[in-house]
T-cell receptor, first 109, second 115 residues
Framework: KNEVEQSPQNLTAQEGEFITINCSYS?????LHWLQQHPGGGIVSLFM???GKKKHGRLIATINIQEKHSSLHITASHPRDSAVYIC???????????FGKGTRLHILP | KAGVTQTPRYLIKTRGQQVTLSCSPI?????VSWYQQTPGQGLQFLFE???????NKGNFPGRFSGRQFSNSRSEMNVSTLELGDSALYLC??????????????FGPGTRLTVL
């Protein structure tokens, strides 16, 4: 079983819909990152979380340390949000970095 | 401020050769991390350098090595290339902390093809 699991693997939605991507992990962590990767490979860091909730524009990320779970929400989704979203954690035991397999999001106009 | 730059952007090598990839971090950033991305394994952490010292290392064989120079620029080297080394190699820089402490700024990547 992977130490970091994301769901769903693929998601297609209509423009304007509220999007939720989930990340569950099974290890103790120091921090969790949400990354966005567009076709062509470039990766952008969206959030770094160790507790609570963060908001940036239409994006909201939450983390529940006790439940070992994080969510990334996109409000009023837009076709330009189409990308792969990757959850990654830094393990607090040995500082290793583990990535989820990613969620491929496609927003239809 | 210029972003993270990686050279070359594309590279084709044959099995058994070695390759060196370069990463220039954002000015003022002292931490550089390297990652490998393949369709099968996804993103995997290779290593992190800070102040010319390797501070953290993933689970890759010794054929993968790196170094960091006094200006924080970093290189990674892969010796005796195998077909499975074909991948997108990404570097990321941050101000001082590693992955668990600072936001990471990623470069565009070097796409390596091993024939």
């Amino acid at each position: 079983k992977n130490e970091v699991e994301q769901s769903p693997q693929n998601l297609t939605a209509q423009e304007g819909e509220f999007i939720t991507i989930n990340c569950s992990y099974s290890v103790g962590i120091s921090a969790l990152h949400w990354l966005q990767q567009h076709p062509g490979g470039g990766i952008v860091s969206l959030f770094m979380l160790s507790s609570g909730k963060k908001k940036h524009g239409r994006l909201i990320a939450t983390i529940n340390i006790q439940e070992k779970h994080s969510s990334l929400h996109i409000t009023a989704s837009h076709p330009r949000d189409s990308a792969v979203y990757i959850c990654a954690v830094g393990k607090n035991r040995d500082d290793k970095i583990i990535f989820g397999k990613g969620t491929r999001l496609h927003i239809l106009p | 401020k210029a972003g993270v730059t990686q050279t070359p952007r594309y590279l084709i090598k044959t099995r058994g050769q070695q390759v060196t990839l370069s990463c220039s971090p954002i000015s003022g950033h002292r931490s550089v991390s390297w990652y490998q991305q393949t369709p099968g394994q996804g993103l995997q952490f290779l290593f992190e350098y800070f102040s010319e010292t390797q501070r953290n290392k993933g689970n890759f064989p010794g054929r993968f090595s790196g170094r960091q120079f006094s200006n924080s620029r970093s290189e990674m080297n892969v010796s005796t290339l195998e077909l499975g080394d074909s991948a997108l190699y990404l570097c990321a820089s941050s101000f001082s902390g590693g992955f668990s402490y600072n936001e990471q700024f990623f470069g565009p990547g070097t796409r390596l093809t091993v024939l």
